[in-house]
T-cell receptor, first 116, second 115 residues
Framework: SAVISQKPSRDICQRGTSLTIQCQVD?????MFWYRQQPGQSLTLIAT?????????ESGFVIDKFPISRPNLTFSTLTVSNMSPEDSSIYLC?????????????FGPGTRLTVL | AQSVTQLGSHVSVSEGALVLLRCNYS??????LFWYVQYPNQGLQLLLK??????LVKGINGFEAEFKKSETSFHLTKPSAHMSDAAEYFC?????????????FGKGTTLSVSS
């Protein structure tokens, strides 16, 4: 298995500011992803964090709003920029270790963000 | 496009009763299917997964799920509910033969267990 930690675990931020969330995996992984879980909703994929290159964003998410970095095989950051109350969500990092079709995707504990 | 439907946003059972959480997928080609559990204020934990081997999949904590292609379903069951099973359960899919791709999640089902 893979152990994933996220920092911060929660934060309360003011409108218009930015927050960077860190995701650390205890061992090298092939794929890393960022999801958003809005209140009472399911998880929605924001982007795939690519090591050494720009992230791949899903429809409805843009790099200017959610810049992502992945400098190595165990670490990634997600920044939520120019925040508004609609960005209040839980942000989860996940990782897949292998390259096989059936490799398990492991999740971090999430970062609970509240924007005032 | 792949999608997942979880019937029933909230299921309530008594301790010791059967747990049945429903999941249907929409795809012409059977995907890989997963059930995750999320306890309050925690991340997601994998319960079990179907990857085109046995259609009856056994997972952790006494849960199991059966893949039924004819019904495009992957319902999660547990014979006897325990108070500690109270949590949010998510069914998820990933397209077959796509290594390490992101998951598509259902809306989730909240399981409540009463004594």
């Amino acid at each position: 298995s893979a152990v994933i930690s996220q920092k911060p675990s929660r934060d309360i931020c003011q409108r218009g500011t930015s927050l960077t969330i860190q995701c650390q995996v205890d061992s090298q992984v092939t794929m890393m992803f960022w999801y958003r879980q809005q209140p009472g909703q399911s998880l929605t994929l924001i982007a795939t964090a690519n090591q050494g290159s720009e992230a791949t964003y899903e429809s409805g998410f843009v790099i200017d709003k959610f810049p992502i970095s992945r400098p190595n095989l165990t670490f990634s950051t997600l920044t939520v920029s120019n925040m508004s109350p609609e960005d209040s969500s839980i942000y989860l990092c996940s990782a897949v270790r292998g390259g096989g079709f059936t490799d398990t995707q492991y999740f971090g504990p999430g970062t609970r963000l509240t924007v005032l | 496009a792949q999608s997942v439907t979880q019937l029933g946003s909230h299921v309530s059972v008594s301790e010791g009763a059967l747990v049945l959480l429903r999941c249907n997928y929409s795809s012409s080609v059977p995907p890989y299917l997963f059930w995750y559990v999320q306890y309050p204020n925690q991340g997601l934990q994998l319960l079990l997964k179907y990857t085109s081997a046995a259609t009856l999949v056994k997972g952790i904590n006494g849960f199991e799920a059966e893949f039924k292609k004819s019904e495009t379903s992957f319902h999660l069951t547990k014979p006897s509910a325990h108070m500690s099973d109270a949590a949010e359960y998510f069914c998820a899919v990933t397209p077959p033969n796509q290594a390490g791709t992101a998951l598509i999640f259902g809306k989730g089902t909240t399981l409540s267990v009463s004594s």
